[in-house]
């Protein structure tokens, strides 16, 4: 080596996956059937792993010239389910949160998980507030817990459709869980919701590839053979944190 002249290791990094449709249905199976995670425990880590990201994209003391009131609207599949143990969360880390249902499972793990907000005095509404009542009602944000993984706006039903269309118009930051309800998995946006803040679970879809807000991801929990088999090349998470915001990787 000349004189002066000094090396330096730069640490590289393969770029972060994103998954399609399958990849995702595929990883979450194995989860379930050869890692023997259960629902419930998939939806508590991935709740609390939400309301974690919430809190670090609108902490407390950003909201005080309000109430912290969140609405969180949830669908009647996973998506719905991560939704209601987000709320819990969020009230337990003292935020305000009221959840609008209208499309409820009979199944015995998504009636645990109402019962579960209700005993902690979350507030259930039977209607959509308007596009005015939600800023008149003094909403900090809306999280978006209704379709999860589906192939585009079109195939929303009634009463998710109307729910949708009044979500497009609302000016009050919008939070997605996992996919922002009417996307397509794995194709940008170009006639859905605008959220503000996306937090993917397990690994990013395709969708976000090009997501322009705050992106969180909420995948630490997978075992790491998962990681390997998927090429995930997760980011390095700080400290104990359960989630990390990818724009700042």
């Known amino acids: ?34 890692y023997h995670f259960g629902p419930q425990q998939l939806t508590e880590i991935w709740g609390h792993a939400c309301a974690c990201a919430i809190a670090k994209a609108y902490p407390l003391r950003h909201l005080v010239k ?45 009636q645990d998980l109402t019962v579960q907000c209700e005993k902690m005095d979350i507030p259930f509404l039977s209607y959509l507030p308007t596009e005015v009542q939600l800023i008149n009602d003094a909403y900090n944000l809306v999280v978006d817990g209704i379709m999860g993984v589906q192939t585009g ?37 170009t006639d859905g919701i ?25 995948g630490r929990f997978l075992p790491y053979d998962l990681q390997k088999k998927y090429e995930l090349n997760m980011p390095k998470y700080p400290g104990t944190e359960c989630i990390i915001e990818l724009t700042s990787i």
């Open 66 to 110: 309000r109430q912290p009131t969140i609405l969180v609207i949830c669908g009647p599949g996973d998506n719905g389910c991560v939704g209601l143990a987000c709320a819990r969360h969020l009230r337990i880390f003292d935020y305000t949160p009221t959840v609008y249902y209208p499309k409820r499972s009979q199944q015995s793990f998504q």
């Open 153 to 189: 706006f079109q195939d929303a039903r009634d009463p998710f459709a109307g729910i949708l269309l009044t979500l497009k118009t609302i000016s009050i930051p919008i939070v997605s869980l996992d996919i922002p309800s009417g996307w397509d998995v794995e194709a940008a946006n």
């Open 194 to 218: 605008s959220p503000a803040v996306l937090i993917s679970l397990l690994a990013p879809k395709k969708c976000a590839a090009g997501f322009q807000g705050k992106h969180f991801l909420a």
């Open 1 to 34: 080596m000349s004189q002066g002249t000094t090396e330096t290791h730069v640490e590289t990094r393969e770029p972060l996956h994103y998954l399609s449709k399958n990849e995702a249905v595929a990883m979450e199976l194995e989860l379930l059937r050869e």
